[in-house]
């Protein structure tokens, strides 16, 4: 039975590859995902581009574990080689836009799943939510589903993590800020250039540092990633923009370190463009991460955001691929990858359930 579901994963996966699913734009490749429900006689749900199902047995009063993955991609980038919407296999990879990130995730869980569908006697409802809008934090993805499917008491989000147990994950705060000055015409003096003025603002988000670390997370990261002053040479402007990027750990809410950079930042204004993409964790006691554990899998905090950033439960993200492939041209998994996947997932779970 693995034998097979591993084998529909990845004939899944490659039409998946081959079918346009940029981010709010996955109505083609949830009509795939239909289709492989279909296929498995199980019982789903779509709402939008979410394709959804609970296990046969789903038994009021139990606690319930969602599995969840995104069947939307970014963009491919202009360094292809290869075409991105074609599923190509070589040398034992299968190559492809979204086959990393995270198709070869969704498709093992959607054969997990599927393997634990008809099962009885469970000590966790399952569900399943194949889901929308990933790459762009958007609001029909995920977050749009919690108040649709069961009540959720623990995850597993599938992003590439070589199988092994990122038991905490980043947040991220992105930042508004603004500098103002003295506009003027460039001939005349101006002791008050928002440009120069800039200098020492800079340099303060450069040095500074938040006292909590995280033994997962390490320390929370500050970036100013984008800059914009000026529209002409002859002017002086009146105030300069910045875009600070703040990868947030464990031992902070996003309203914490928005509060901490409003009181303490050299700026005229600061303003987070949102709160809602938190730090996330599981216990390394809970249950699945000491499966996982048992089956030599190491545990580690990832940096990278993903669908755990909207769960409120405690959440693990497991599953096959590289991280450091996504969003990269030519990208591919290995298809050894997938079907170790797959076997891990269900030695997990079989300990678990």
Same mark, same amino acid.
């Given at each position: 039975?693995?034998?097979?579901?591993? #084998?529909?994963?990845?004939?899944?996966? %490659?039409?998946?590859?081959?079918?346009?699913?940029?981010?709010?734009?996955?109505?083609?490749?949830?009509?795939?995902?239909?289709?492989?429900?279909?296929?498995?006689?199980?019982?789903?749900?779509?709402?939008?581009?979410?394709?959804?199902?609970?296990?046969?047995?789903?038994?009021?009063?139990?606690?319930?574990?969602?599995?969840?993955?995104?069947?939307?991609?970014?963009? =491919?980038?202009?360094?292809?080689?290869?075409?991105?919407?074609?599923?190509?296999?070589?040398?034992? +990879?299968?190559?492809?836009?979204?086959?990393?990130?995270?198709?070869?995730?969704?498709?093992?869980?959607?054969?997990?799943?599927?393997?634990?569908?008809?099962?009885?006697?469970?000590?966790?409802?399952?569900?399943?939510?194949?889901?929308?809008?990933?790459?762009?934090?958007?609001?029909?993805?995920?977050?749009?589903?919690?108040?649709?499917?069961? +009540?959720?008491?623990?995850?597993?989000?599938? !992003?590439?993590?070589?199988?092994?147990?990122?038991?905490? !994950?980043?947040?991220?705060?992105?930042?508004?800020?603004?500098?103002?000055?003295?506009?003027?015409?460039?001939?005349?003096?101006?002791?008050?250039?928002?440009?120069?003025?800039?200098?020492?603002?800079?340099?303060?988000?450069?040095?500074?540092?938040?006292?909590?670390?995280?033994?997962?997370?390490?320390?929370? +990261?500050?970036?100013?990633? #984008?800059?914009?002053?000026?529209?002409?040479?002859?002017?002086? =402007?009146?105030?300069? %923009?910045?875009?600070?990027?703040?990868?947030?750990?464990?031992?902070?809410?996003?309203?914490?370190?928005?509060?901490?950079? #409003?009181?303490?930042?050299?700026?005229?204004?600061?303003?987070?463009?949102? *709160?809602?993409?938190?730090?996330?964790?599981?216990?390394?006691?809970?249950?699945?991460?000491?499966?996982?554990?048992?089956?030599?899998?190491?545990?580690?905090?990832?940096?990278?955001?993903?669908? #755990?950033?909207?769960?409120?439960?405690?959440? *693990?993200?497991?599953?096959?691929?590289?991280?450091?492939?996504?969003?990269?041209?030519?990208?591919?998994?290995?298809?050894?990858?997938?079907? !170790?996947?797959?076997?891990?997932?269900? !030695?997990?779970?079989?300990?678990?359930?």
């Amino acid at each position: 039975m693995i034998q097979e579901l591993t #084998q529909n994963a990845i004939a899944l996966l %490659k039409q998946l590859i081959e079918t346009q699913s940029f981010s709010s734009e996955e109505n083609e490749t949830a009509l795939h995902i239909e289709a492989w429900f279909k296929h498995q006689n199980i019982d789903y749900k779509r709402t939008k581009n979410n394709v959804w199902a609970v296990n046969k047995y789903f038994t009021e009063g139990k606690p319930t574990l969602l599995l969840n993955s995104h069947h939307d991609t970014v963009k =491919p980038n202009s360094a292809y080689t290869k075409d991105p919407f074609k599923a190509i296999v070589e040398d034992g +990879k299968l190559f492809g836009l979204g086959s990393n990130d995270a198709g070869g995730c969704l498709v093992s869980l959607l054969a997990t799943f599927a393997y634990f569908y008809n099962k009885e006697h469970l000590k966790y409802n399952l569900v399943i939510v194949a889901s929308a809008e990933e790459e762009s934090s958007g609001p029909n993805g995920l977050n749009s589903m919690l108040s649709v499917i069961p +009540k959720v008491d623990v995850a597993i989000v599938g !992003e590439p993590t070589l199988m092994n147990l990122a038991v905490a !994950e980043k947040g991220l705060v992105v930042f508004d800020a603004v500098l103002t000055g003295t506009p003027s015409h460039a001939a005349h003096p101006n002791d008050d250039n928002v440009i120069y003025k800039s200098i020492e603002a800079l340099q303060w988000f450069k040095d500074y540092k938040f006292e909590k670390g995280s033994e997962a997370l390490g320390d929370v +990261k500050l970036t100013v990633s #984008q800059i914009n002053a000026g529209k002409q040479h002859n002017a002086v =402007p009146a105030d300069l %923009k910045l875009v600070i990027d703040v990868r947030v750990n464990d031992a902070y809410t996003n309203a914490e370190i928005a509060e901490i950079l #409003q009181n303490e930042a050299p700026v005229t204004s600061i303003t987070p463009r949102s *709160l809602r993409l938190n730090s996330s964790s599981i216990p390394v006691d809970h249950d699945l991460v000491k499966a996982g554990i048992a089956l030599g899998r190491t545990t580690y905090g990832s940096p990278t955001l993903s669908d #755990q950033a909207v769960l409120s439960c405690p959440s *693990l993200k497991l599953g096959p691929g590289d991280s450091t492939r996504s969003h990269s041209a030519d990208e591919f998994i290995y298809l050894n990858e997938i079907e !170790e996947g797959i076997k891990i997932y269900i !030695e997990l779970l079989e300990k678990v359930l």
